[in-house]
C-alpha cells in the first residue's frame, strides 16, 4: 500500500502546484491590468488638460473598460461621456465658382489627409488653430480656423477660384504671344536685308547716293524696332502664362523675374534675354 499512498500523496501535489502557479500567474495578469488602467486614468486627465481631447478620449476609453477597478471605470466612463460633447469636429464644403458642390475632392487638415472625397460628414478634431485644405482636379483652397471645446459640426466652405480671370490672362498671353513671334519675324527679315544691301553699298563706297544709304539705314530701324516689340511680346506672354498658372493651395501665382537686355547697333541687333521661374 505505501507505493499507492505515495503516488496519490504526489498527484495531490502536482494539483497543488499547479494551482498555485495558476493564481499567480492570474494575480499577475490582474495586477499588470490595474497598472494599465491606473495609467490610462493619469494620462487620459493629463491629455484632456492639454486640450489633446483626441488623445485624452482614447486613453479614457481603454481605463472605462470592465475590466479595470470599479471606482476606476466609473470616473473614466464619465469623463469618455463628458468629451464626446467637447470634442470639436468640422464640414467640410468645396463649391466651384458657380456655386455647385463639388466631392470629387481630399481633405488633409494640418497635413494629414482625412479620407478620400467629401463627404459631409464630420471630421473630428482638437480645438485650437488648424489649416485646412481641400485638393480637386480644378485646383486648390485652404482655410485657418480656430476651434473652441465644445464646437461641433462647423461648416467649413471653400470656394474655387474663378477661372474666367486665368482665362482671360492666358488668351492675353497667346495674343502677346503673337505679336512677339511676329515682331521676330520682321526683325529678322528686315536685318537681313539691310545686311545685304549695307554690304551692296560696299561696292559704291564712297560714291554711294544718299537714297541707298537711307533705304540701308531705315531698314536697320525698322529691324531694331521689330525686334524691342517681338522681345517685348514673347516676355509678355511668358509672364502673362505664369501668372495665369493656379498656384498652390490656391494663393496667387506669383510667376518669375523677366530681364532684357537689348543689343542694338547700326549693323546688328540682338537681346539677351533673362529670367527666373
Given at each position: 500500500m505505501r507505493p499507492a499512498t505515495t503516488l496519490l500523496t504526489s498527484i495531490i501535489a502536482c494539483v497543488a502546484c499547479t494551482a498555485l502557479a495558476g493564481g499567480l500567474a492570474g494575480g499577475i495578469a490582474r495586477a499588470d491590468d490595474a497598472a494599465v488602467c491606473l495609467d490610462a486614468h493619469t494620462r487620459g486627465q493629463r491629455l484632456r488638460k492639454q486640450s489633446k481631447l483626441l488623445e485624452a478620449r482614447a486613453a479614457l476609453l481603454r481605463c472605462a473598460a470592465g475590466t479595470c477597478p470599479g471606482m476606476v471605470t466609473t470616473d473614466c466612463a464619465t469623463w469618455v461621456t463628458e468629451l464626446a460633447r467637447e470634442v470639436p469636429s468640422v464640414v467640410v464644403a468645396l463649391r466651384d465658382d458657380a456655386g455647385r458642390e463639388v466631392a470629387d475632392a481630399r481633405v488633409r487638415i494640418d497635413g494629414r489627409l482625412t479620407g478620400g472625397r467629401i463627404d459631409g460628414r464630420p471630421i473630428e478634431l482638437?480645438?485650437?488653430?488648424?489649416?485646412?485644405?481641400?485638393?480637386?482636379?480644378?485646383?486648390?483652397?485652404?482655410?485657418?480656423?480656430?476651434?473652441?471645446?465644445?464646437?461641433?459640426?462647423?461648416?467649413?466652405?471653400?470656394?474655387?477660384?474663378?477661372?474666367?480671370?486665368?482665362?482671360?490672362?492666358?488668351?492675353?498671353?497667346?495674343?502677346?504671344?503673337?505679336?512677339?513671334?511676329?515682331?521676330?519675324?520682321?526683325?529678322?527679315?528686315?536685318?537681313?536685308?539691310?545686311?545685304?544691301?549695307?554690304?551692296?553699298?560696299?561696292?559704291?563706297?564712297?560714291?554711294?547716293?544718299?537714297?541707298?544709304?537711307?533705304?540701308?539705314?531705315?531698314?536697320?530701324?525698322?529691324?531694331?524696332?521689330?525686334?524691342?516689340?517681338?522681345?517685348?511680346?514673347?516676355?509678355?506672354?511668358?509672364?502673362?502664362?505664369?501668372?495665369?498658372?493656379?498656384?498652390?493651395?490656391?494663393?496667387?501665382?506669383?510667376?518669375?523675374?523677366?530681364?532684357?537686355?537689348?543689343?542694338?547697333?547700326?549693323?546688328?541687333?540682338?537681346?539677351?534675354?533673362?529670367?527666373?521661374?
Open positions: 482638437d480645438p485650437g488653430a488648424h489649416q485646412v485644405v481641400v485638393e480637386s482636379a480644378a485646383g486648390t483652397v485652404e482655410q485657418s480656423v480656430v476651434l473652441a471645446t465644445g464646437q461641433q459640426n462647423r461648416v467649413v466652405s471653400l470656394t474655387l477660384p474663378d477661372d474666367s480671370a486665368r482665362g482671360a490672362l492666358r488668351t492675353a498671353a497667346w495674343i502677346s504671344g503673337g505679336v512677339g513671334l511676329a515682331g521676330l519675324a520682321s526683325f529678322a527679315a528686315f536685318a537681313i536685308s539691310g545686311q545685304v544691301s549695307y554690304d551692296d553699298l560696299e561696292a559704291c563706297r564712297p560714291g554711294c547716293s544718299q537714297d541707298d544709304e537711307d533705304s540701308v539705314a531705315t531698314r536697320f530701324v525698322v529691324a531694331d524696332v521689330s525686334l524691342g516689340v517681338g522681345i517685348a511680346g514673347v516676355a509678355g506672354a511668358v509672364v502673362l502664362w505664369l501668372v495665369s498658372r493656379p498656384a498652390p493651395h490656391g494663393r496667387p501665382a506669383t510667376g518669375g523675374t523677366v530681364d532684357l537686355a537689348p543689343q542694338l547697333g547700326p549693323r546688328h541687333a540682338g537681346a539677351a534675354l533673362r529670367g527666373s521661374f
